[in-house]
């Protein structure tokens, strides 16, 4: 399966083709489509992208990391981009070092095993997600609930890196590869991030 | 506290003003999510809306009317970057709101 747009599969600089060649036989998986998409006239929009997503995803933050990929995966899953979805539960559960906690959080929010904070800030971000806003009494209420100024706008960095994300990778048709690449995606990304 | 704002604003510079195949005044309507000409616009809605939803065709339609896909790829980040600010400065918004009541 290709992407929608045939540069975004083969339109690649030379010497990122070199690289992509390389990744493919280290990791024996396909090049994985979001790095195709970053890879592509990365001085246009893959570049900043990449400094944004790392900010919020590994920036310091009360956040832990695996808390920060749950919150990309369930934004994924909200957006519903299964990519996306499969990618960063990949990351979360790795992170964790608990697969059943991520597949329950993205299963019944309501009824996982993690923190009170945490299941309130996903709520509040599906609430923007599917709205488009969040009303202040709920902001309100959040901060009540024990969540930090700073953790909210925490949470809110990670929406916006894969609010943006999960959009090119629908709109662009990202086939969504194995689990195995997902493993190795998750790998990757959790020893060296975004960057 | 991760603080993406310097970033994000640079971002938004680059896709909207950097050097792009994509005239500025149709990058700035699909970062805005407003009205743009026909064959882009049932794809663009779609990226501004409902992304799940851009079919083959929606992408077939812009290709076929003319448009590289550099222009393409260039409007449709637009578009995605321009939704998740609305939303990201909406929710901004709020906290700042009821942050100034307590």
Redesign the interface.
């Known amino acids: 399966m290709n992407m929608r747009l045939s540069i975004l599969d083969r339109g690649h600089a030379f010497g990122t083709k070199v690289l992509f060649a390389f990744i493919r036989t280290v990791s024996r998986q396909p090049t994985p489509e979001a790095l195709k998409l970053i890879a592509y006239r990365p001085a246009f929009f893959g570049a900043q992208m990449k400094t944004v997503t790392h900010e919020a995803m590994r920036g310091p933050s009360a956040w832990s990391v695996g808390d920060r990929e749950l919150m990309a995966a369930f934004v994924s899953k909200v957006n519903e981009c299964e990519y996306c979805i499969k990618a960063h539960s990949a990351v979360a559960a790795r992170a964790y070092g608990d697969e059943a906690k991520v597949a329950a959080a993205l299963a019944d929010l309501d009824h996982a095993p993690i923190a009170a904070p945490l299941r309130a800030t996903l709520h509040m971000l599906a609430k923007l997600l599917r709205e488009g806003s969040v009303p202040v009494d709920d902001m309100r209420a959040l901060l009540g609930a024990g969540v930090s100024r700073a953790q909210i706008e925490d949470a809110l960095a990670v929406a916006f890196a894969f609010d943006v994300t999960n959009t090119l990778a629908c709109a662009f048709g990202f086939t969504v590869p194995g689990p195995k690449a997902f493993e190795a995606g998750a790998a990757f990304l959790l020893s060296r991030g975004y960057r | 506290?991760?603080?993406?704002e310097a970033?994000?604003r640079?971002?938004v510079a680059?896709?909207l003003e950097?050097?792009?195949r994509a005239a500025a005044g149709l990058r700035r309507a699909a970062f805005d999510g407003g009205d743009v000409a026909e064959p882009l616009r049932p794809?663009l809605a779609?990226?501004s809306t409902r992304?799940?939803e851009?079919g083959?065709d929606d992408?077939a339609r812009a290709r076929a009317s003319g448009m590289s896909?550099?222009e393409?790829?260039?409007v449709?980040?637009c578009?995605?970057?321009g939704?998740?600010?609305?939303?990201?400065e909406?929710?901004?918004a709020?906290?700042r709101?009821?942050?100034k009541?307590?």
């Open positions: 506290m991760t603080d993406i970033s994000r640079t971002l680059r896709i950097g050097a792009g794809l779609k990226v992304a799940h851009v083959d992408v896909e550099d393409i790829f260039e449709v980040v578009a995605a970057v939704r998740a600010t609305r939303r990201h909406a929710a901004l709020a906290l709101a009821c942050t009541v307590e």
